[in-house]
């Protein structure tokens, strides 16, 4: 079945589903958390095991613990109905688009967002060209931000990533804090890339020009 330009395979079930990824290896997954046979949470995990394409999900539960476990999980973005196709096809372009950019560029030691540049290697970072002074822990946030570009990074990931922090108390506190001081850091601009609140559950680095 062809829709709006995608090429589209339905599953039914979760067993279908990971059936037809493993064969198919899809260029991005939307998946509904309401499956007859298995939590879609669940299923979330076992397809990022095997996949690295983008994983939306489409989800009618907007408890906010609910949409972070499927993120930390390795869903990369979450829709909640109801919504627009307009909407829904916007976040698969997002995260077609973080797909690839970021592929070819994991292991890269310059990232480039808009006018900011990471040189992973040397830990500096540049805007329009000029070096600005950054402290340990927002260069590692930023780089974690860029390399995640578009995608919802959740209090949890971002917390363990950085800090190795466990509990929610002792993450988000500390974390609004990094992102604000990231934030009055990277200032604003045409070329500038932006840090969107996902309230209650994270962050997300949004390109110029990606709105």
């Given at each position: 079945m062809t829709a709006r330009g995608h090429r589209v395979v339905e599953a039914e079930t979760g067993a279908l589903a990971l059936g037809i990824a493993?064969?198919?290896q899809p260029d991005?997954?939307?998946?509904?958390l309401g499956l007859p046979d298995v939590d879609g949470a669940v299923l979330c995990r076992h397809?990022?095991?095997q996949l690295t394409c983008p994983i939306v999900v489409v989800t009618a539960d907007a408890v906010e613990d609910r949409i972070?476990?499927?993120?930390d999980l390795g869903a990369d973005d979450y829709v909640v109905k109801p919504f627009s196709m307009n909407q829904l096809l916007a976040r698969v372009r997002v995260a077609l688009r973080h797909r690839l950019a970021t592929a070819p560029l994991v292991d890269d030691?310059?990232?480039h967002c808009g006018d900011v540049t990471i040189d992973t290697a040397a830990r500096q970072v540049m805007i329009e060209g000029t070096l600005i002074d950054v402290v340990p822990q927002q260069f590692d946030l930023l780089t974690a931000l860029v390399r995640n570009e578009g995608r919802v990074m959740t209090y949890s990931t971002l917390g363990r990533t950085l800090w190795g922090l466990d509990s929610n108390d002792d993450r988000v506190a500390p974390m609004r804090t990094a992102i604000s001081k990231l934030r009055k850091t990277l200032g604003v601009g045409p070329r500038?890339?932006?840090i969107d609140t996902e309230h209650h559950v994270g962050y997300r680095l949004v390109a110029p020009g990606s709105r």
């Open positions: 493993s064969t198919l991005v997954v939307l998946l509904d397809l990022r095991l972070v476990e499927v993120l030691q310059i990232l500038r890339p932006s």
